[in-house]
């Protein structure tokens, strides 16, 4: 598509244009089809084009869809979404659980190494002896019946103490039958040594032989020891780890029982102790088991007591997750995060920034979580690790299309209506998304053939996340971004409402027709801000450090993330059990436990919160802890709850058992085992244990009992005061974390208000300005809170031009312009009355000015002429706008634009093609036909729009097409075949200074023509050269003239007068240039030629610039040369640029910088030639440059404006323009910035980079860009606008720089 | 791996720059000489534009790129060790500052080599990396790199010939995902190249040990883990010598 653009002049301004055709079509799908605009149609549209453009066609319907429906849609996205995850229900959660398997005890033999195929149910971890063998003995005692002269102590102390006994017991068990004797030393497992770090452990934890836990283990195991501790309580706690609880400590170790259950605790409400005899053992003999467990029971009968004994359980527990895999795994989410972060961070223009970056990371997110859960649902579980491979999934996955969806759709015209904004942006993008999908696919295919199991299964989920991806960016992102740019208008029009009201009225201008305010409009820029530090140049050190605090939102962060790391500490050290919870669901809901649920039926949904498995579900709901009896007394149970200790205590504390106490170890927390074993550097990761089950014992000791074995001092303590104490000391800790964090919470939230107070004067809030971050908008502010007074500016134009204005110049007070047509008008800058107009002579004389004629007839028609030339798809562009009937802007559709704004051009070339074809041929080489697409794409390389604020170094494309003239660029022949035989005026003026009362103006065939600015009359010419003139420069009596083949001349002017006599005028102030010579009408000028440098360049000069006595040009051949202006010496050239040289500033302070199609910037010293700094900063060419004193500022084909530091090449800032309007600049003052957009000029305050105002030119914006802007000394501005200027007077500025 | 791959970098530069003085007789004298003005002239270079903000920029550059190949060297080194590929004691942060310490330094040093070199060719070659040239781009990049070390270090492949012809795939999916330049790709191959021989000749010799001394093993997956790398940091190297002020914030 790209070769068949017309070869249009005008393109030449457009620097977008070549992309346009496409983005016309694309979106605007029901329109003819674009066979007509091009010059040479092609036959048929390719397969490929038809499918882009069904393609665009489908999206732009899709996006009008759902901006139309945003509710509906976004509720079904959120359905299916709900939908497709629903099977995750069903997967484990993931974490290093244990996982649990369960044998029959009666057949149990040890398994064996090798993988046996036929146990379909046998996990595969379940190989070889395991590491231990762990025999619980569970004791439940209690003094009954219970007497109310025994004091609270006596709950647990004879109890505690028959431990020792059973101890003993069971160590001096020996069971012998036939084939030998054998005793506990024999199978336990044998311990050697405490890890060398557990000292603390080590009077308490048994150190050498047989491994077996009890709460006798806080008295060595020694009877005399206990019965001498005047306070069993404290040389319990004296071991619990400080400060919050870790998961397993010594307590749970010893006793074997969660900490609640024990009993052991002056305030027990049912006074039944519980505590473990944990026997771990080496190796498994039933037979001895049998024996011990028949001898206990035959000691200690357990009436009540039905516990199943039949089942076994093995617990195989993960590897723990360690340091090593622990750091690669943190390193891959941080770079995740990191990619998120500078993903999301080029989400712009919007107006909640954080909510469409939350709003597309919840769409990547949701759309993995959809894979997983769709994959589940046909069958694939997951075997690799989640938490690995997630970060890959989401990289592979991206964001990309999110935020390309964004720009797009951002980048659409303002004025539209939401929903068609939407549409177009979607169909824009359509092409390139559906690209990369593909692309994204294929490649994930790819790896599905690789073959490797768990790279098939990555891919398989990557492809199931991309679809369902694209789902989403489709259903949900784009409706979240309509209504976010719906709220967006909102606001704006609640905003700006206001602000005009309050407005102080316009001045109104002597001789100015006052335009009618334009409708409000949302300004076309957003403005990117590189270092915020940069921002607060003027404030002092102590409020910039406050700023910053505030602008970066550091204490909130600093707080939030605290709160985050604590919720995840309390989390991790569960004071509540909620890991406990957790790790239980986890084996409840794997079905590795259901085997371990003893035969019940699986429940899937809610997991009881304490699960014994089979337990009461009443239980589970209470918010009580669960009670060590649950259901067979409930009588007895109520009366423990409502009798006061004194008068209705249970007389017999019943000891019953309940289906929980089969598996009592489940309460512990999953890391009990590990911790146990990890005391004697044994690792259970990767390995499991086999848990016995449990012997019940049952003891029941008489009040004298307990009585006897007192201590003297138990009597001291005092009774228990009453009920209301009874279950506080659990979640004492539970309610101290919150106490704690409610209060802390307050302070901090009193004292940030303070800190506001303080810091923030009273207007700090009033003005409505959220710092740090502007939205377009935003009235200016800077960080004091002060607003710059804002007065209305209204621009004058200057109308007369019946074409559109070619060149500009200006010395201050006088203003010359030159349209297409070749009229050069001059202006009064201060009134804006039109002075003299030089007119075109001849204009119907010859056959390449014919064109003219025809004009008039184009003006009345408005349309193109169809044959041969590409006007076709403006009728199209036309039928478009009426069949929809909104507005349409012309930035999107720029290819009518072309010919809307610049009706004239196409004719000419045409004319010129048509009437003069052998000449033309013989100028170019043979080429097919018309096909100057590949020419004017060149010709958009190399040439740029000319820069703002100085001449117009541009050659009209008025007698020839910018092909031709490019094609003749190798020639030394000047192109223009014209010239032979028509007068001198019809060749037309390609470049034009003004100083003083002459208007120098270079024109196509070579002749320098000297005009009388006020009288209109031709002073002087001068036809020394043959080349047109491509650039001049007018300085003091030096002209400087740079032509087609390269060449530079400079020519003098001489007036027959004294110098004396010389009449100065201008205002001397902040006029760059010295004031020049006032040259009355009666003196005799002549211009000659003094020094002509044939090969200044090897390839045409692009712009010329001069100023302080030199002269620089810049060139294709990517050098930049200096001269001097009195003796045209050629001082320095200057290399740097990998491109050509396109734009070039120098001023009077010889700073000297230049701009290449490298999108670099250099910076040099003209005294030295050498290069002071080198930046990159654009993609694409450099289309001009400013410089001030303190900074350089740059813009490019990328429409984008920035601001660099001039000492030391730093980025400040930079403002994204609208597509297609950045090239023009000026800077009126050190710190005032103008561009021109898109219909109006905008002003920016340069130190801090604020939208100051955005003044529009005219009441229809459509589509006129300002290519040209001129800054005139007396801080006004002159921008060309279509075949008119206008004159933007900057009084506020003025007001509030004096 | 990373690590060895520094290494072999900067071992690399230096084998180039031999290589070339000693070819010729005259021709060496002379262009000895050359050498040696070029190499002073950089240095008093180097030396009286230390104050100047180029400079400045581009020591930042290098200590970021520094940081970079330092903390990707440590973090793959520990994917390594989970397949027991290096040969280490068991106790993992002792490891990593004790036997093999010399290894983080090399891989740093070697990172900001090639950071440095890949801007550096590519003005000299006029032609500036523009795809994709934006820090989430490089992120992406970073991410499937270390993807590509954890596949290598945690999948089980059925033999070496799956293992080197999948991570090959994966490293030209990085490039071409990436990169797409010739002269990227060029550099790539050649780092590759150069580290692995180097990180051969430092086996056979001793230096360094694998648990599997097996050529073969070895041979299959650590060129393509250089070249990812190596395009992986060159990237980092152009965007930072894009970016100016921009800080890369990961690390």
Known sequence: ?1298 | MPRLEEHCWSRSCASRVESKTFSGGNWVASRAEEMMSIVTTVLSNAYGSLHSVRAAHLIRRGLVLFTVGVVLALVLNLLQLQRNVTLFPEEVMATLFSSAWWIPPCCGTAAAVVGLLYPCIDSHLGEPHKFKREWASVMRCIAVFVGINHASAKLHFANNAQLSLTLAALSLGLWWMFDRSRSGFGLGIGTAFLATVITQLLVYNGVYQYTYPDFLYVRSWLPCIFFSGGVTVGNIGRQLAMGGVEKLHND
């Open chain 1, 1 to 1298: 598509m790209r070769v068949c653009i017309n070869p249009h002049l005008s393109s030449l301004w457009f620097p977008r244009s070549l992309d346009a055709p496409r983005r016309l079509v694309l979106a605007h799908p029901r329109t003819a089809p674009p066979d007509g605009r091009q010059l040479t149609p092609p036959p048929r549209m390719t397969v490929r084009e038809r499918l882009r453009e069904k393609i665009s066609a489908a999206f732009y319907r899709h996006g009008l869809l759902c901006a139309s429906y945003p509710v509906p849609i976004i509720l079904f996205t959120s359905a299916s979404i709900l939908a497709c995850c629903y099977p995750l229900l069903r997967l484990p959660l993931p974490g290093t659980g244990p996982v649990e398997f369960t044998t029959r005890v009666r057949d149990y033999t040890v398994p064996s190494h090798e993988p046996q195929g036929d146990l379909g149910e046998r996990p595969d971890w379940y190989r070889g002896p395991p590491v231990a063998y762990i025999q619980p003995v569970l004791v439940k005692a209690a003094v009954s019946p219970w007497d109310s002269t025994l004091v609270p102590v006596d709950v647990f102390r004879s109890p505690l103490g028959r431990v020792f006994s059973l101890l003993e017991e069971i160590r001096n068990h020996v069971h012998d039958d036939g084939s030998g004797v054998r005793s506990l030393e024999a199978l336990c497992l044998q311990v050697t040594d405490l890890l060398p770090g557990l000292r603390r452990m080590q009077r308490v934890l048994p150190e050498h032989g047989c491994l077996l836990v009890s709460p006798g283990n806080y008295w060595q195991n020694q009877r005399e020891l206990f019965d001498s501790d005047p306070d069993l309580l404290k040389t319990v706690h004296q071991h619990e780890p400080k400060g919050l609880h870790t998961s397993a400590t010594l307590r749970d170790l010893l006793f074997g029982v969660p900490v609640k259950h024990t009993g052991v605790s002056l305030y027990s409400r049912k006074r039944v102790v519980t505590y473990t005899i944990t026997m771990v053992l080496g190796s498994y003999d039933a037979r001895f088991l049998s024996s011990l467990r028949a001898r206990l029971r035959q000691l200690h009968p357990s009436v009540n007591c039905s516990l199943r004994e039949d089942h076994m359980v093995h617990v195989h527990f993960k590897e723990e997750i360690g340091m090593a895999e622990l750091i690669p795994l943190v390193t891959t989410y941080i770079i995740l995060f990191a990619y998120i972060y500078f993903s999301t961070r080029k989400i712009d223009m919007v107006k909640s920034k954080w909510g469409l970056a939350l709003a597309a990371v919840v769409t990547v997110l949701s759309s993995l979580l959809m894979s997983v859960g769709l994959c589940t649902l046909f069958g694939l579980t997951p075997t690799l690790n989640g938490g690995e491979i997630f970060p890959y999934l989401v990289v592979v996955i991206g964001l990309e299309n999110v935020l390309v969806l964004t720009k797009s759709v951002v980048s659409t015209p303002v004025d539209l209506e939401v929903k068609l904004r939407i549409a177009q942006g979607l169909s824009n993008e359509s092409w390139s998304i559906m690209k990369n999908m593909a692309t994204e696919l294929c490649i994930i295919l790819i790896g599905y053939f690789t073959l490797v199991p768990a790279i098939q299964e990555f891919c398989l989920f990557a492809v199931v996340g991309l679809v369902s991806d694209f789902f989403l960016q489709m259903f949900f992102f784009t409706t979240v971004l309509s209504i976010d740019i719906r709220r967006m208008e909102l606001a704006d029009l609640n905003r700006r409402l206001p602000a005009e009201a309050g407005m102080p009225l316009p001045k109104p201008g002597p001789l100015r027709p006052r335009e009618a305010p334009p409708p409000p409009r949302p300004s076309p820029h957003t403005i990117t801000l590189q270092t915020p530090a940069f921002r607060n140049l003027r404030l002092p050190k102590r409020l910039r450090v406050v700023y910053f605090l505030a602008r970066t939102r550091l204490a909130q962060r600093f707080i939030m993330v605290g709160t985050v790391i604590w919720i995840g500490i309390l989390a991790y050290t569960d004071p509540a059990g909620l890991r406990t919870y957790l790790a239980a669901q986890v084996s409840e809901q794997s079905p590795l436990g259901e085997g371990g649920a003893g035969g019940l039926p699986p429940h899937l949904g809610v997991a009881p919160v304490f699960p014994g498995p089979g337990g009461d579900p009443a239980d589970t709901l209470s918010v009580l802890p669960a009670p060590a009896e649950p259901t067979p007394l409930p009588e007895n149970q109520s009366q423990g709850h409502h009798g006061a200790p004194g008068e209705g205590v249970p007389l017999v504390p019943q000891i019953s058992w309940g289906a929980e106490d089969e598996e009592g170890w489940r309460r512990l927390s999953f890391r009990h085992w590990p911790s146990l074993f990890s005391y004697y550097n044994i690792t259970l990761a990767k390995r499991y244990i086999s848990i016995l089950p449990v012997i019940p014992i049952t003891l029941h000791l008489s009040p004298r009992e307990a009585i006897e074995t007192r201590h003297p001092q138990d009597t001291r303590h005092p009774p228990p005061p009453s009920l209301k104490t009874n279950d506080l000391p659990a979640d004492l800790t539970l309610y101290k974390v919150a106490a704690l964090g409610l209060a802390a919470g307050v302070l901090l939230v009193l004292l940030l208000f303070c800190l506001y107070r303080v810091l923030c004067s009273r207007n700090y809030g009033q003005n409505g300005v959220a710092h740090g971050r502007r939205r377009r908008g935003d009235l200016p502010c800077d960080d004091y809170g002060y607003s710059p007074p804002i007065s209305e500016i209204s621009p004058l134009l200057l109308c007369g031009h019946s074409m559109d204005i070619e060149c500009l110049a200006s010395d201050g007070m006088l203003l010359a312009s030159c349209c297409l047509a070749g009229q050069i008008r001059v202006w009064d800058t201060q009134t804006g009355d039109c002075l003299t107009v030089i007119p075109k002579h001849g204009l119907r004389r010859s056959s390449s000015s014919g064109c003219w004629e025809q004009r008039d007839g184009w003006d009345a028609v408005g349309v193109a002429e169809p044959e041969n030339l590409g006007g076709g798809t403006e009728p199209g562009g036309g039928v478009f706008d009426e069949d929809k009937g909104y507005p349409l802007r012309r930035r999107t559709t720029p290819r009518p634009a072309l010919f809307e704004n610049q009706p004239d051009l196409t004719p000419l070339i045409d004319t010129n093609f048509d009437s003069q074809p052998p000449s033309h041929l013989l100028l170019t080489p043979p080429r097919n036909g018309f096909d100057f697409g590949g020419l004017v794409e060149k010709a958009y390389l190399e040439h740029e729009p000319p820069s703002p604020g100085l001449t117009a170094s541009y050659p009209s494309p008025l007698s020839g097409p910018p092909p031709q003239r490019r094609r003749s660029l190798g020639y030394i022949q000047p192109p223009a075949p014209q010239g032979q035989e028509t007068p001198d005026w019809e060749s037309a003026v390609w470049a034009m200074e003004l100083r003083g009362n002459l208007i120098a103006a270079g024109r196509s065939n070579g002749k320098l023509e000297l005009w009388d600015a006020v009288e209109g009359s031709l002073r002087c010419s001068n036809e020394d050269g043959v080349s047109g003139i491509t650039a001049l420069a007018f300085l003091n009596n030096r002209i400087v003239a740079a032509r087609l083949d390269g060449s530079l001349d400079f020519f003098t002017v001489d007036i027959n007068k004294p110098l004396g006599l010389l009449q100065y005028r201008g205002p001397p102030g902040r006029s760059n240039m010295p004031p020049s010579p006032c040259y009355s009408s009666e003196d005799v000028i002549s211009c000659q030629l003094t020094r002509s440098v044939q090969c200044a360049h090897q390839k045409p000069i692009t712009v010329l610039r001069a100023a302080a006595g030199r002269v620089v040009t810049g060139s294709q051949d990517h050098t930049v040369r200096v001269y001097r202006l009195e003796d045209s010496c050629c001082l320095f050239t200057l290399q740097g640029h990998s491109g050509g040289i396109t734009a070039i500033y120098i001023d009077q302070t010889m700073v000297l910088a230049s701009g290449g199609q490298d999108g670099a910037i250099c910076l040099w010293d003209v005294l030295t030639g050498s290069r002071v700094s080198h930046v990159y900063g654009h993609r694409g060419d450099v289309t001009s440059l400013v410089c001030t004193t303190s900074c350089v500022i740059s813009s490019g084909l990328d429409d984008l404006i920035c601001i660099w530091d001039r000492s030391t090449g730093i980025k400040l800032y930079s403002i994204q323009q609208e597509v297609g309007c950045g090239a023009s600049l000026g800077v009126i003052s050190e710190s005032l910035l103008v561009t021109g957009g898109q219909g109006c000029v905008s002003f920016w305050d340069l130190n801090f980079g604020d939208l100051l105002q955005t003044v529009y030119l005219g009441q229809s914006s459509d589509g006129q860009g300002v290519r040209q802007l001129v800054v005139l000394n007396n801080a006004a501005i002159v921008c060309d606008f279509g075949s008119e200027l206008s004159l933007v007077y900057v009084p506020a500025v003025l007001e509030k720089l004096d």
